[in-house]
């Protein structure tokens, strides 16, 4: 090694030898350096991810508890501050499910639960998309009401066969409401798999039911939330998780009647679509709903 | 003399001699610099490690004080808040929350903000002056005074006391974190049967 050192470099070229040192000396701390500046921009990017999904989560516990607390006015004509007769949204829940030919929630039930949800979820409609529902858990596990508020991606950068996408988190992406509808759980659970910062809050209710006028055993229902970092979910009836309708609802009068009544030439588009898509998987399908 | 001072063993003629300082001074050029390189990433990387440690911190205290103040998600009156408000243990942070109320208008904006403008100029609202714009709910039971009334839960005792780093570099640097939480807030006294409105705590906290 000396004998190498000394052939390179004889005395006469100490000089040399001392800058070529240096410059080694300089190549190594640049070297480090680099490492030091990735290392420190990397620094703490799982930590923040797990503190924001954290707070997701948080928020969505704290969310579902309020909507379900909160009260509405017993008489749909009289506001809260007008009326001596108040419920919990949960009780008009039962009741409106109770009242209700073939047991699904009434058009009343559906715009509070849509006002109420989208009053919680307020801070966060411009950085989080979220889904809502209400679901017997009977054997049949049909949805009574799936509310979703998702982002709209600018053109071209979410198509029919785009993988899951996110897009920068400067960017604003403007959302819209949905009313929308699913052939089982597996659907929207489906979404966990293809987003970020996914948190979920679900709580048991139970439905009540009514039979010749005496209430009878409630149906067990559940109430779901969910919110996630918006990201471009893939659509299509193969290989998709939404499929958008294209003419949008325009009052929630006609919401249940649109979406769940077999009478309704639109309900029985959409149950063929579910029942065929994904090779009969389902997916979510979902009215886009733009009050006039 | 010349037993002190002996002769340098390369004589000044030996080829690429200059000298003891004039042979280091070219290595000294690029030695300097790196250490300059080094320093100056080794400072930047401490401090992106200070200032990310500092937004952790803030955001674990938030969740802290949080839980404690959302305590079952539903309050029946302000004195259950202010009793909760005195259970808040925070270590090195100055805070407050506050249960702002949501508007009933679903279309409308989220309109909590700890800015406004004045002269065209950005600046921070007061907390005195937050609770005097009824931006914060009131319990209608204690009309008279507002400290008393306001869902408000301050660090310290007195909000006039508030001097809060407000401003957008707060927010970039770490230094200030805001987060919401909705909750359940009984918002009249109607015998066995309150009616529950909808409200928001707000966490506001600083180093």
């Not at chain 1, 058009?107 to 409609?125: C, N, S």
Request: charged share 20%; glycine share 6%; aromatic share 12%.
């Amino acid at each position: 090694m000396a004998l190498t050192v000394r052939k390179f470099f004889p005395p006469s070229c100490r000089g040399q030898a001392a800058l070529t040192d240096a410059l080694f000396l300089l190549a190594i701390v640049v070297g480090v350096s680099t490492l030091l500046y990735l290392f420190s921009s990397n620094y703490g990017v799982a930590t923040a991810e797990y503190l924001n999904h954290q707070y997701s989560s948080d928020y969505i516990t704290a969310a579902l508890k309020t909507i379900l607390f909160a009260s509405i006015s017993h008489d749909p004509d009289k506001s809260l501050s007008n009326t001596h007769e108040v419920d919990y949204v949960l009780t008009i829940v039962k009741e409106g499910y109770a009242a209700k030919e073939p047991h699904l929630l009434e058009d009343r039930v559906l715009t509070v639960l849509r006002d109420r949800v989208r009053r919680v979820m307020k801070p966060l409609e411009n950085s989080r998309d979220y889904l809502f529902y209400v679901q017997e858990t009977t054997q049949a596990s049909r949805f009574l009401f799936i509310y979703a508020w998702l982002s709209e991606f600018p053109p071209g950068t979410c198509g029919p066969n785009s993988t899951s996408k996110v897009l920068p988190s400067t960017t604003v992406v403007p959302h819209r409401e949905y009313f929308c509808i699913a052939k089982s759980e597996s659907n929207i659970l489906g979404i966990s798999q293809r987003v970020n910062g996914y948190a979920q809050s679900i709580t048991g209710i139970g439905l009540g039911e009514v039979e010749n006028g005496s209430p009878r055993e409630p149906i067990p229902g559940v109430v779901f939330l969910s919110a996630w970092t918006p990201n471009c979910l893939p659509q299509g009836t193969t290989g998709g998780l939404f499929q958008f309708h294209g003419t949008p609802l325009t009052s929630e009068e006609s919401l249940a009647h649109s979406l769940y009544d077999p009478a309704n030439p639109i309900a029985n588009q959409i149950q063929e679509v579910l029942s065929t898509a994904n090779n009969g998987r389902g997916l979510i399908y979902c009215i886009p709903f733009a009050p006039a | 003399m010349l037993k002190f001072f002996p002769p340098p063993k390369h004589s000044s003629h030996s080829r690429g001699y200059i000298g003891p300082i004039g042979d280091d001074l070219p290595s000294l050029i690029p030695l300097i610099f790196a250490l300059a390189v080094f320093f100056a990433t080794f400072s930047n990387t401490l401090g992106t490690f200070e200032k990310k440690n500092a937004l952790f911190d803030l955001d674990l205290e938030v969740f802290k004080i949080a839980r404690v103040l959302r305590g079952n998600g539903y309050y029946t009156g302000v004195e259950a808040f202010h009793d909760a408000c005195k259970l808040v243990r925070a270590k090195n942070v100055y805070f407050f929350a506050m249960i702002v109320p949501i508007s009933e208008n679903i279309d409308e904006p989220y309109a909590f903000s700890l800015f406004k403008s004045e002269n065209g100029q950005v600046v921070e609202k007061g907390l005195r002056e937050m609770v005097t714009n009824r931006q914060v709910l009131l319990d209608p039971r204690f009309a008279g005074s507002l400290e008393e009334s306001a869902y408000i839960c301050p660090s310290l005792d007195e909000i006039d006391n508030y001097r809060i780093p407000f401003s957008g570099a707060a927010y970039s640097e770490g230094r200030l974190l805001t987060r919401s939480f909705p909750i359940a807030v009984a918002s009249n006294n109607m015998e066995n049967y309150p009616i529950v409105d909808l409200g928001q705590l707000v966490v506001v906290i600083w180093h």
